[in-house]
């Protein structure tokens, strides 16, 4: 008979200002805190008609823009001053600097200033040029350039937080909008690395990215990051770099949109099509697979990262958590910057021998090419204690189909020694398969509660247990907060050992800290590592890997073994314990073809021929905290 486990789960906002003289102390406070959090790409690039103050015309915000998705517009002026909000240091200085600007009508006269002021680096109001616009092309954007000179540039390429820029437009008498946009700099060789900047506007249900084959972020459908431009120049090193992300979708509609800018300069701009993206439900799994090639000349160069194990097997390699799909020894090309080396050292054979330890390094890559030895470092020790407490129901009135619900004549009647068996087993899964499957990162500690001998388990429907009504009237909310788990270990056998009528063949995990677990399930004997167990458990980590991790579980979950290229007995492991420990360890292979419809032929062991991998293993690493 087929048994089945299933997973269940039940302001104000601060405008800037400009600062003016009278202003109270706290005001000052709050503008000069707006100030510095304000975003250097976004201000150059007028996208908020808040990071200008505009002194001699009436300013608005425009949708006709040359970069961006925001001009600044000007209108009922002839001479007009535009100063920016205080900026900390920005990236690509060089010897030119322009700004956009679209004229509604060719200027008989009139000219254009810009001004640079950074007072901590000795730089006052300095004047850039004047430029005449006289002649200009109306109605569409015209760069307007500036020369920087070396002492500015200078000044430029420091670390400060008080940089301004002032814009002066000097024409005739408009009552019609001149729009100004994207102040940058051009040309010549960079003083300063290359600022790469990233904004992902939507990301239903996962945007993972990653740079030359190494994973770098995952947005979530809820991402805070999401409509920022973030700095990702981290991910890259000089030469050309292959941007890629994959877009993942658990049910539903999918869309993703994403833009790339390298100082200042849009690179990338990827929406998703209206083939894919148009609010019509498309399949699970990875919908989406787009790569970019970048040319960042202006980096850091990549340097060769060489990770060895002193050990009979490979090891598996990670970095920053993430399965690279890479056995020692194995070369990893990174730009600078600091990262965690892991490397997983296991044996396996089955059905209960296994080894597994892990160990780290952090490794800061910076001019020279950088060895590791990670069997010089110590394996961790436990990362993550789930405490699992079993309690006992004495007692379970069953659904009788006949009568269509529970039947308090079908009682079934749990004995000490279906306990003894589920606690023998629960410890020997710990000890023979979870400890070794995590590389020894997380452990249970496993006890028995005093048995509810006067509240029953009722089954109100074939397999409908009513779990919501047990626990209402034996409350366990107190044993929430001392046990991560709590098993309801209930009885299908009746008090003289034969099952009840219409026994259930169901194990559940809901709530992300409970397990529903009748004696149809603990039938292998005292001490026998448990499969049953082990999924249930590792159900209520994947709900924690989704819903605060915000992480991707693939297609169809713990229930997506087939779809994997996994099947019972695979390996000559028991039950799915060769898919159980890849997915412990988060080395299961998430291609762009697999479907939840479709079972992938039998997959081995990994590789590094995957778009994706996927599993707990962050859970195991840093915390299971429901």
Known sequence: MRRYHFMITTSCALALAACVQGIDTDEQIIDETEQALVDPASVLGFESTADWTVAGAVKSASSDHSQGSSALALRNFNFVELTSAALSTVSGVTSTIAFDLKAPVSPAFGNAQLFVNIPSRGVHSVMLGQVSLAGLPAGTYSPI?????????????????????????????????YLVDNLHFVGGTPTGPSKVELRVSSADDRLVFSVNGLQRRVFDINDPDLGQRIDVSDWFGSGISDLRFLTLNTGGPTSYGVEVWVDNQLVVNAPCPATLCNGQDVRTGIVADRTFSLNIPNRPAVQSVTVTA???????VYVNDVFTGRTTPTTLPLPPGNYTIGVGLGTESPPYDYTGSYREQTVTVGASPVAVDITANAPLGVQEETRIAILPIRHSINYVASLGGPDPSNTGVLSDDDITDLLTQARATNARWLEPLSYGLATWTVEVLPTVEDVPMVEQN?????????????PTAALESQYDMIVLLFPQHQANGSLVDDESNIAWAFDEQYIGFPTTFTGDGIGVPNASFLHEVMHNYESHNENVLRLYNGINGLHGSEQHGYYGGGNGEVDFLHFYRHFLRGQVAELGGMRSDLSWPAIGEVSENSDLYLGVFPVLRHGFNP
Do not use: C, M
């Not at 350039?145 to 008498?173: C, E, G, M, R, W």
């Not at 002193?310 to 598996?316: I, R, T, Y």
């Not at 074939?462 to 034996?474: A, P, Q």
């Open 145 to 177: 350039s500036f020369n920087v000179p070396a002492s500015v540039a200078s000044a430029l390429s420091q670390t400060y937080s008080d940089l301004t820029f002032k814009i002066v437009l000097n024409v005739p008498h408009t009552t019609v909008d």
């Open 310 to 316: 002193n050990s009979a097997q490979p090891g598996k």
């Open 462 to 474: 074939h397999d409908g247990w009513d779990t919501s009504r047990f626990r209402s009237e034996f």
